[in-house]
């Protein structure tokens, strides 16, 4: 090995350990943080010397965190399954069919990733009131549903556009038409990049926190990331049980990205790797 493959090695190893470095000493802090004094203030990332672990406890009962992962829970399930399935249909379309102003549709989806969502909330608000949806889950859901789909669209044509013609053209000799050649050929080879779409998705619906806030008074009705206003008090802030509190807002994230993980690698590899 050269003096300059070795120099890019230690750098490329360098680099990666200080991105680690700076992803894991912020949960490191939290995690010590959440194991102090409850109402204290500790400073820096030390190990308390007597660790409470209770606040885990404090912090889930404090926070009604049953009531909001339940929540959360059919949130995610009302938005992920539909954003995906619908997401994946129209990446094909546009990337395999030959759709009816395909280049329009696919100009106005990028549009809908320069919007924003807080440029949205006053006339979603108004729009939800009118159709007598507002306070309920559905006025988190179909939002989320509509906001994602530019995303979910833009990233699954990315997928079919790497596509192999020749498998298209094997299933049309084979006598299977549209929906066939889709459901049992192209479908099953982009398993990697639906389903890290999904985690994707899940991140998104899991740890919303402004379209809940605005469009929905219940507290129970709303995500997790709604339960951390129970932590802030007239005079300031539990800063030892809103660290506990964050990191069980975290875990199902960062379990779900653990399980999923090669394939959201894998996914995003696709375009560099053929």
């Given at each position: 090995?050269?003096?300059?493959?070795?120099?890019?090695?230690?750098?490329r190893?360098?680099?990666?350990?200080?991105?680690m470095?700076?992803?894991?000493?912020?949960?490191?802090?939290?995690?010590?943080?959440?194991?102090?004094?409850?109402?204290?203030?500790?400073?820096?990332?030390?190990?308390?010397s007597?660790?409470?672990?209770?606040?885990?406890?404090?912090?889930?009962?404090?926070?009604?965190?049953?009531a909001?992962?339940?929540?959360?829970?059919l949130?995610?399930?009302?938005v992920?399954?539909?954003?995906?399935?619908?997401?994946?249909?129209?990446?094909?379309?546009?990337?395999?069919?030959?759709?009816?102003f395909?280049?329009?549709?696919?100009g106005?989806?990028?549009?809908?990733?320069?919007?924003?969502?807080e440029?949205?909330?006053?006339?979603?608000?108004?729009?939800?009131?009118?159709?007598?949806?507002?306070?309920?889950?559905?006025?988190?859901?179909?939002?989320l549903?509509?906001?994602?789909?530019?995303?979910?669209?833009?990233?699954?044509?990315?997928?079919?556009?790497?596509?192999?013609?020749?498998?298209?053209?094997?299933?049309?000799v084979?006598?299977?038409?549209?929906?066939?050649t889709?459901?049992?050929?192209?479908?099953?080879?982009a398993?990697?990049?639906?389903?890290?779409?999904?985690?994707?998705?899940?991140?998104?619906?899991?740890?919303?926190?402004?379209l809940?806030?605005?469009?929905?008074?219940?507290p129970?009705?709303?995500?997790?990331?709604?339960?951390?206003?129970?932590?802030?008090?007239q005079?300031?802030?539990?800063?030892?049980?809103?660290?506990?509190?964050?990191?069980?807002?975290?875990?199902?994230?960062?379990?779900?990205?653990?399980?999923?993980?090669?394939?959201?690698?894998?996914?995003?590899?696709?375009?560099?790797?053929?």
């Amino acid at each position: 090995m050269t003096t300059s493959a070795v120099a890019q090695r230690v750098t490329r190893t360098g680099l990666l350990l200080a991105l680690m470095l700076f992803a894991i000493v912020p949960l490191l802090s939290m995690f010590t943080t959440a194991l102090a004094t409850p109402g204290s203030t500790p400073q820096g990332l030390s190990w308390p010397s007597d660790p409470h672990w209770h606040n885990f406890v404090d912090a889930w009962s404090a926070a009604n965190f049953l009531a909001l992962f339940r929540s959360s829970t059919l949130i995610v399930l009302g938005v992920v399954p539909a954003t995906v399935a619908m997401a994946t249909a129209a990446g094909y379309a546009l990337a395999q069919l030959n759709v009816p102003f395909g280049k329009a549709i696919y100009g106005l989806l990028l549009v809908g990733l320069t919007l924003p969502f807080e440029a949205l909330i006053t006339p979603l608000y108004y729009d939800l009131r009118s159709m007598g949806l507002l306070g309920t889950r559905l006025a988190i859901i179909l939002p989320l549903i509509g906001l994602l789909m530019p995303f979910g669209v833009f990233w699954m044509r990315a997928h079919f556009l790497g596509a192999e013609p020749a498998l298209t053209e094997a299933a049309k000799v084979d006598g299977a038409n549209t929906w066939q050649t889709f459901r049992r050929v192209h479908l099953p080879l982009a398993t990697s990049a639906w389903s890290a779409l999904a985690v994707l998705f899940f991140l998104a619906s899991w740890n919303q926190y402004l379209l809940p806030l605005v469009l929905v008074d219940d507290p129970t009705k709303r995500t997790v990331a709604g339960g951390l206003g129970a932590f802030q008090g007239q005079y300031g802030t539990d800063i030892v049980l809103l660290c506990a509190g964050s990191l069980l807002i975290i875990l199902p994230s960062l379990v779900i990205f653990l399980i999923f993980q090669r394939n959201l690698v894998k996914a995003l590899m696709q375009g560099a790797v053929k």
